[in-house]
């Protein structure tokens, strides 16, 4: 719809085609194309249900780390949050099911857990920001090993799996779904368009990039400077916990290496979709458009003997760059 | 006078265990993964016991997670604490090489595990797995029981020369076997990976006959994937390692999971008990201990299930 929508303006104002807002737009398509060219089951619904599907976890965290960019900070700890939270999930589960057995009482307080030890993990990382005034980038970088070490721990090194019973009762929230779209997909959606609406419609959204373009001219222009960003860190956990309620039922357990790198593709994602690093601007249906071409790169790899899988870093590391590029070209031409 | 006991025990230990007792160092990659993590477990319980049956050997152990990370170990572990023998699992083999040498030449006595180092001659004992044979096991399994003309896809682990020595096994066994590889990508090891790597095998190939999963935690990903395709039936997955959830797949005649093939987690315990029998000079240990891997069959699985491990 945003993609339509764009591409009227566009049409309209033929002359003033602005790579910068279409940038990522032109990068997806010109995917999806090779795609398209490469192999005939590229746009086979189960490909494309399953592109879309595991997009959702990097999305929908990616959709609360555009805030906490737009806001000038940052938190690299969402991975290792994940899979931290992801263990607590299932040794709670795992624990309450023994006295109430595999009900769906038990998934739902499992989900209540998630929800609020994101919220917890989130509100935490913003308050040592905003009130122990430590930088974001430090901080979120030693609560990343915290977490990751904590689940290390939690899980003796190995895998914490969740029970089969409760596995085989919690698993339809990732495989199933209504209209041939699966649960991922439907609330990856909804919290994009959630998102895009309170960036762009709210006080809240244009406070983020107030701060984020200036911090002081906001505080003078009365914007609760350290309440909006501590707002928007307890977003992101927010958004870590929805991304692993999603995210346990497909494979019903989580390890030191769940969730590895999350934080880095979450990041680029965001900056490929057009918000800046340095905050100020932010734009969520980017962001989407952005997890889009990370997934559907290693897809497209996957698919093809195209190159050799030695080389799948370099490919995903030259299509961010262009991607980038392809908005940023009209920034040193002043 | 409890209290002054206990102190001087501790400064006796400080000052003069090296004379009294043996110390071990024992080095090994941090539990980041399951079969890292089962190592912790075995390594773990083994210094347990033997400190337990033995109050003259004295353990140090320490999990790391990069090369020089282990070197610095290591190079403690020599200067403080004074060790007469190194168990090591080296992260890599070249960054740890030289350091390892420069040990073994201060008189240490120096058990390499798993993974070689770049030069040879330098460890007292080399106890290791066999990654040839693991990828042939697997190889020579497709080959007896698939058709000719059976189509086959690969998932590789991290890049490097255990993925490398392990699929070069596999190669040789199907060579002349009549059985198509259709493609091998990097699942890195890791069950996310795998999961989605084996949804786009299944997009990719409208017939797959087996899945070679060179890892259990790969395997796992792997047959959800086939399973959400509603593809269960079509193709047999065989990964490779010893999981207890797989071996106990297999244990229930899973006609998805026919074998496994064993990596044994546990060789580290191996390597530490030869050690302690080397140190004491109980018995001539020094040389090399290879472990071939076993194919796990319905028939043999009780064997290879270990209900405590975390693995």
Avoid at chain 1, 14 to 32: C, F, H, N, Q, S
Avoid at chain 1, 134 to 155: D, K, V
Avoid at chain 1, 241 to 261: F, H, K
């Amino acid at each position: 719809m945003s993609a339509e929508s764009i591409s009227n303006t566009g049409a309209a104002r033929a002359r003033k085609v602005d790579l910068r807002v279409i940038g990522p737009l032109v990068a997806l398509v010109v995917l999806i194309l090779i795609g398209v060219m490469l192999n005939p089951n590229f746009l086979s619904y189960s490909n494309v249900t399953n592109v879309l599907a595991r997009s959702a976890f990097i999305g929908i965290i990616a959709i609360g780390m555009t805030f906490v960019i737009t806001a000038g900070g940052l938190d690299l700890s969402v991975g290792s949050m994940a899979a931290f939270v992801a263990g607590l999930m299932i040794m709670a589960m795992n624990w309450l099911s023994v006295s109430m057995g595999d009900s769906v009482v038990v998934i739902l307080l499992g989900i209540v857990l998630a929800l609020g030890a994101g919220l917890a993990a989130g509100f935490i990382n913003g308050i040592l920001i905003t009130r122990a005034g430590i930088e974001a980038f430090i901080l979120t970088l030693g609560t990343m090993g915290i977490y990751r070490s904590l689940i290390t721990w939690l899980a003796d090194g190995g895998t914490l799996s969740l029970g089969s019973g409760l596995s085989s009762l919690y698993s339809p929230v990732y495989y199933g779904g209504i209209l041939g779209l699966s649960w991922p997909i439907i609330v990856f959606a909804l919290l994009a368009i959630l998102g895009e609406i309170v960036m762009r419609h709210t006080a809240f959204g244009r406070h983020c990039a107030a701060i984020g373009s200036n911090e002081k001219v906001a505080r003078y222009s009365s914007v609760h400077v350290q309440r909006v960003k501590l707002a928007t860190y307890v977003l992101l956990g927010l958004s870590v916990g929805i991304a692993v309620v999603m995210y346990v039922p497909r494979l019903g357990s989580a390890s030191a290496t769940t969730g590895l790198l999350w934080e880095l593709e979450a990041i680029a994602a965001v900056i490929i979709g057009g918000t800046l690093l340095k905050g100020g601007f932010g734009r969520v249906w980017g962001t989407v458009v952005g997890v889009l071409i990370l997934s559907l790169i290693s897809n497209l790899l996957n698919l093809t003997d195209f190159v050799s899988p030695y080389l799948n870093g370099a490919i995903q590391g030259v299509v961010i760059i262009l991607a980038v590029v392809l908005q940023r070209n009209s920034g040193p031409a002043r | 006078m409890h209290k002054t006991l206990i102190t001087a025990t501790a400064l006796t230990g400080l000052f003069a265990s090296p004379l009294l007792a043996e110390t071990i160092g024992v080095s090994i990659p941090a539990a980041t993964h399951g079969w890292a993590g089962a190592l912790n477990y075995h390594a773990e319980r083994t210094i347990e016991r033997l400190e337990a049956a033995n109050p003259d050997l004295d353990f140090v152990l320490t999990t790391t997670s990069g090369p020089s990370q282990q070197v610095s170990d290591i190079e403690d572990m020599v200067a403080t604490r004074n060790i007469d023998a190194l168990v090591v699992l080296p992260f890599e083999s070249e960054p740890l090489t030289a350091p390892i040498q420069r040990v073994a030449d201060g008189g240490v006595w120096v058990t390499v595990v798993d993974r070689g180092l770049a030069q040879e001659g330098i460890e007292d004992l080399y106890v290791a797995g066999d990654n040839d044979s693991f990828g042939r096991t697997a190889g020579t399994y497709f080959a007896e029981n698939l058709d000719d003309g059976a189509k086959v896809v690969v998932m590789r682990g991290i890049a490097s020369e255990v993925d490398n020595e392990r699929v070069a096994g596999f190669e040789a066994a199907l060579e002349g076997s009549g059985i198509e590889v259709l493609a091998m990508d990097h699942g890195n090891w890791n069950r996310d990976t795998a999961f989605g790597l084996m949804q786009d095998y299944l997009s990719r190939f409208p017939e797959i006959d087996a899945v070679w999963a060179a890892d259990d935690d790969m395997a796992v990903g792997a047959l959800a994937a086939i399973e959400q395709a509603g593809r269960t039936g079509e193709m047999i997955v065989v990964g490779g390692a010893g999981m207890k959830e797989m071996v106990a797949r297999i244990r229930d005649n899973d006609t998805t999971v026919p074998v496994d093939v064993t990596y044994p987690p546990a060789m580290i315990s191996t390597a530490i008990e030869m050690t302690a029998l080397g140190v004491s000079g109980a018995a001539p240990v020094s040389g090399e201990f290879i472990i071939a891997s076993e194919l796990i069959t319905a028939d043999n699985a009780e064997d290879f299930y270990f209900e405590d491990s975390p693995y």
